[in-house]
């Protein structure tokens, strides 16, 4: 089993987050000799499942021509995970190379550290211009500057569609007249690439609020997809009691060929359809299922504008060949899977997320990755881009040698972690071990069953095979991979943090 997960002494990687959040000059790198810095831009957006893009061919008559062209101009790194699906927490993992348990920003509201480092300000230190545009929401709602950014536009916690207002520089700024904020983002991205010193690389983090929920499209898209044909996924009445009248519009699917186990569906999963996050009672019926799909891909071609829109300039500024762009998910969605929407658990729309990059002078058009990728791989891989080695604290590693198609040794399992959160209690703590061909996960605080699916075989996560015998030893197996990784990464510990926040009413309310 070839392993890459850190196993530095827990003293060790206190010594290393000491370093001051003040600014740079604490802070030390090691340069990459040989290597020269490139300019990049990571584009991140939220909820956005792995498989909801035009050229997967997922969702029949979705447009997404951008997020099309990365892939084919690109490369599309089809196996890319999230170490937690949460945003504070995915966040928090991108910008530190930390898994979740190591960085401490275990849930939406817990404070992130003051010892943090982000990857930006090595940049910093390595001469890069950088800029941040967009959604922070990590260790709380404050829209403040951090360090890492010499150009700093923001907002307080998830913020709003329309008329948003910013905090820029350490300036407020309210925006008016039905702007909408992934086109002000947008905006401000180009405005600072065309008034950048251009005897400097750069990076950009923009970073969008889109599409999370409740979604608001961009008024140019509103009624957009108001005749797709959904297509209710083969899991959805898995949970149902009966089948209810509500769902009529869009397609269900012929499970007649699939096996389900209908006995060993985990308790939760089941009461959960009922609930904030479950498709009978969604946000307690504030809005309809159907409604709800449409809406998402509504608010998705906001995002896919501004990709096509950064890639302009970039043409449009001879900057297209040289300059890496990222477009990633912090998170996946469901949409009716297992009869729950959101995200939070460890089953693939949840945990998995699209991952694209383009970079002609590095990458060949149609590339694919299949490997594992991490949300903790983005900061060393962009660091190295940058001739900045990965510092010792990340728990990442860079796959910059497989965007150029070499075949170097990789990880050969993704691990998993989700702590339960006081606000949104439906789901509970999760473990979880995933390779290319099989998932376990552990759910810890209730009285219930684990889960072991074959995906190849059962991509839909619909035959729990945990109590067959011919399983047992393969269960047992992954149960001692999964214990092995949180000791040998310090996280045996439940980083648990007090939070400010009042208990919200986002329970369960129904019977099953």
């Not at 499209?217 to 899991?235: E, F, L, M």
């Not at 949104?424 to 889960?451: M, S």
Request: charge should be positive; aromatic fraction near 14%; charged fraction near 20%.
């Amino acid at each position: 089993m070839i392993k890459f997960f850190s196993s530095l002494p827990f003293f060790f990687l206190a010594c290393l987050n000491c370093f001051s959040q003040s600014g740079t000059s604490s802070l030390t790198y090691q340069k990459i000799n040989g290597t020269k810095p490139r300019n990049i831009i990571y584009i991140l957006s939220d909820d956005h499942r792995f498989d909801f893009m035009g050229f997967t061919g997922k969702v029949p008559g979705l447009q997404t021509p951008n997020l099309d062209r990365l892939a084919s101009e690109g490369a599309h790194l089809e196996n890319t995970f999230v170490t937690t699906a949460l945003c504070s927490p995915s966040r928090a993992s991108i910008l530190t190379g930390q898994y979740t348990h190591t960085h401490t920003v275990v849930d939406n509201e817990a404070p992130a550290p003051a010892s943090l480092i982000y990857f930006p300000q090595y940049l910093q230190k390595a001469g890069y211009q950088t800029s941040y545009f967009g959604k922070w929401h990590m260790g709380g709602d404050n829209p403040d500057p951090r360090p890492g950014f010499s150009r700093w536009v923001s907002f307080r916690g998830q913020g709003v569609y329309y008329n948003p207002l910013l905090n820029i520089d350490g300036k407020s700024v309210q925006y008016k007249d039905s702007a909408y904020v992934t086109d002000v983002l947008t905006d401000l991205t180009i405005d600072w690439l065309k008034k950048r010193d251009k005897n400097k690389p750069f990076f950009v983090y923009l970073s969008h609020k889109a599409v999370h929920s409740e979604f608001h499209p961009a008024k140019r898209d509103i009624g957009r997809y108001k005749n797709i044909k959904i297509q209710y996924p083969v899991s959805m009445f898995s949970t149902a009691t009966s089948q209810s009248k509500k769902f009529t519009k869009g397609i269900i699917q012929d499970t007649s060929n699939l096996k389900f186990n209908y006995n060993d569906i985990p308790k939760w999963v089941r009461a959960q359809r009922y609930s904030w996050h479950g498709v009978d009672f969604m946000y307690h019926g504030a809005t309809d299922f159907d409604q709800f799909y449409q809406d998402y891909l509504e608010t998705l071609m906001g995002v896919d504008n501004s990709v096509g829109r950064v890639l302009d300039y970039l043409k449009e500024n001879d900057l297209d060949k040289e300059t890496l762009v990222i477009y990633m998910g912090d998170n996946g969605f469901a949409f009716g899977e297992h009869g729950l929407i959101d995200k939070r658990t460890a089953y693939d729309e949840s945990m998995r997320v699209p991952l694209l990059a383009r970079c002609p002078q590095l990458i060949k058009p149609g590339t694919k990755v299949k490997q594992a990728i991490y949300n903790v791989d983005i900061a060393p891989t962009i660091l190295e881009m940058a001739g900045v080695a990965k510092p010792p604290q990340m728990q990442g590693r860079s796959f910059q040698p497989l965007l150029k198609g070499q075949q170097i040794p990789w990880r050969d399992k993704v691990f998993y972690e989700y702590y339960w959160e006081n606000t949104f209690p439906q789901t509970p703590t999760q473990y979880a071990v995933r390779t290319d061909r099989y998932k376990f996960i552990r759910t810890i605080g209730v009285w219930d069953i684990d889960q072991l699916y074959d995906l190849q075989n059962d991509p839909n996560e619909i035959n729990n095979l945990i109590r067959d015998p011919k399983y047992q030893d393969m269960a047992k197996q992954f149960n001692m991979d999964l214990w092995d990784w949180l000791k040998e990464t310090n996280g045996l510990a439940i980083p648990l943090k007090p939070i400010k926040s009042k208990k919200s009413d986002h329970l369960y309310k129904g019977t099953w």
